[in-house]
């Protein structure tokens, strides 16, 4: 039955209008970037632009709310890690912050039922910019993290001029108080897994620690431990193959130009999949990962795709870990942390342009 549930890739229907936004808002901010040569700001506006993958499916104004509350969250944490970069701070300190960020974002993101859930592309944004070498000033990567934000918030709000020809009023449906007690618990297995796993990653010294805070977090939002253990799986597999094919990808020596275009393809791609099947779009997700730093720095390539598959395994199996010890044997999934389908694809609402 685990073996069917892993091979099983639902219908594309409904997903490929908003992989087409979240690629275009990836697009447009970095060749404004390029074209005004500051690739050394492309990463920050990467991170902004991932402000599309919140309240993808959701109806119009509520998507509007939940992103901009998002891209808040992205800069400050892209803001964080340029912060950290700019200090030179140590990979333990890194680890310390990282933990902070990640129960603080948690809470957050679960009180204003955000969704995707949890504060992985968050911890993302912020260790990578964090380790990445930065020579500008935090004022800048501000404003690129808030670009690449501000162009996906008007592309998620662009369909309402169509939508409201053609599809009816959705009453808002009422909304249950927070349930504290579970997002606590949920916040303490994001700050558990990520110290732990950061930890163990900077002890063992691959040398990019943050892909292992990363992987403690994708199996934490499926929170019950019958789902943890099959979403580990996909993130595992999936970024096993992804590196392979980063290592392929990383050969050409590619212009600006064209890396912005591979990047937006990559993103697409994994859009497409990220709902359907967790491991195919980590296939494609893992490349964009790897291949963001290339606008400003150049690194050995079977280290680099190496290090991700080490500190993702560490990261994977120490979220289970967490999981399972801190869940009940049939499972407790609170209601404003499930990650599943139907919280990302907005709790039922049809899908909107």
């Known amino acids: 039955m685990a073996i069917r549930d892993f091979l099983a890739v639902p219908a594309g229907r409904g997903h490929r209008f908003p992989a087409v936004r979240v690629a275009a808002g990836l697009l447009v901010p970095l060749l404004v970037l390029i074209l005004l040569g500051r690739t050394d700001l492309t990463m920050c506006a990467i ?43 140590g990979d333990w300190e890194v680890v310390a912050a990282a933990t902070v960020i990640a129960g603080i974002i948690s809470v957050a993101a679960d009180y204003l039922r955000v969704r995707p859930a949890g504060p992985f592309t968050y911890i993302f944004a912020f260790t990578a910019t964090a380790a990445a070498p930065f020579t500008g000033v935090v004022s800048e990567a501000a404003l690129a993290a808030g670009g ?157 795709t190496i290090d991700r598959a080490v500190e993702t395994t560490i990261g994977a199996v120490v979220a289970v870990v967490v999981v399972l010890l801190t869940t009940r044997q049939r499972g407790t999934q609170a209601p404003s942390t499930a990650n599943d389908s139907a919280a990302i694809e907005g709790h039922g609402y049809p899908n909107p342009s």
């Not at 109806?59 to 890690?81: C, E």
Request: net charge positive; glycine share 8%; aromatic share 8%.
């Open 148 to 304: 690449g934000a501000a162009t996906a918030v008007v592309l998620g709000i662009a369909g309402r001029a169509h939508a409201r020809r053609h599809s009816p009023l959705l009453h808002r449906p009422s909304v249950p108080p927070p349930d504290w007690r579970a997002i606590l618990q949920h916040s303490g297995r994001y700050v558990t897994a990520v110290a732990a796993a950061g930890s163990l990653a900077v002890l063992v010294g691959p040398g990019h620690s943050y892909w292992a805070m990363l992987a403690a977090c994708a199996p934490i939002a499926a929170v019950n431990a019958a789902r943890a253990p099959l979403r580990a799986a996909h993130f595992l597999l999936g970024t096993y193959a992804g590196v392979l094919l980063s290592a392929l990808l990383l050969q050409p020596d590619w212009t600006p130009v064209q890396l912005a275009v591979l990047l937006t393809l990559l993103q697409f791609a994994g859009e497409i999949y990220v709902i359907r099947h967790y491991a195919l779009a980590m296939v494609f997700l893992t490349p964009v990962a790897l291949l963001m730093g290339s606008f400003v720095s150049t690194q050995p390539v079977w280290e680099l």
């Open 47 to 89: 991170f902004g632009s991932l402000t599309g993958v919140f309240g993808r499916s959701e109806p119009h104004w509520r998507r509007l709310r939940h992103q901009s509350q998002s891209g808040v969250l992205m800069i400050l944490t892209v803001v964080a890690g340029v912060w950290m970069s700019l200090a030179g701070r």
